[in-house]
C-alpha cells in the first residue's frame, strides 16, 4: 500500500448477525498534509493535467477503482 492509503480493523461482535468485513481501507487524500502551496511546485503538462485531473503532482491521487464485492478492477 502506497502512504495515502490507510487501513483499520473495525470491532466484530460475537452477535453481530452478518459476516464481518475483518479489514477496511480508506484514502487519505494529500492535500491533508500540505500546509499551504509552496511556489514553485512542479507542474503536470496541460495533457498531463486534464488526464491526471490536478495541475501539480504533489496533489495527485490516484483512484482505484473496486467493483460492488469490494476487489480492485483491473
Not at 490507510?6 to 448477525?17: A, H, T
Not at 482505484?64 to 483491473?74: L, S
Request: hydrophobic content about 30%; aromatic content about 14%.
Amino acid at each position: 500500500m502506497d502512504s495515502q492509503t490507510r487501513v483499520y480493523y473495525p470491532y466484530v461482535s460475537p452477535f453481530d448477525p452478518c459476516p464481518p468485513i475483518r479489514v477496511k481501507t480508506y484514502v487519505v487524500p494529500p492535500n491533508l498534509f500540505m500546509n499551504f502551496q509552496p511556489p514553485g511546485l512542479p507542474q503536470f503538462s496541460a495533457h498531463e493535467a486534464l488526464r491526471h485531473g490536478v495541475l501539480w503532482p504533489a496533489l495527485y491521487s490516484p483512484y482505484e477503482g473496486r467493483d460492488r464485492k469490494g476487489r480492485e478492477r483491473k
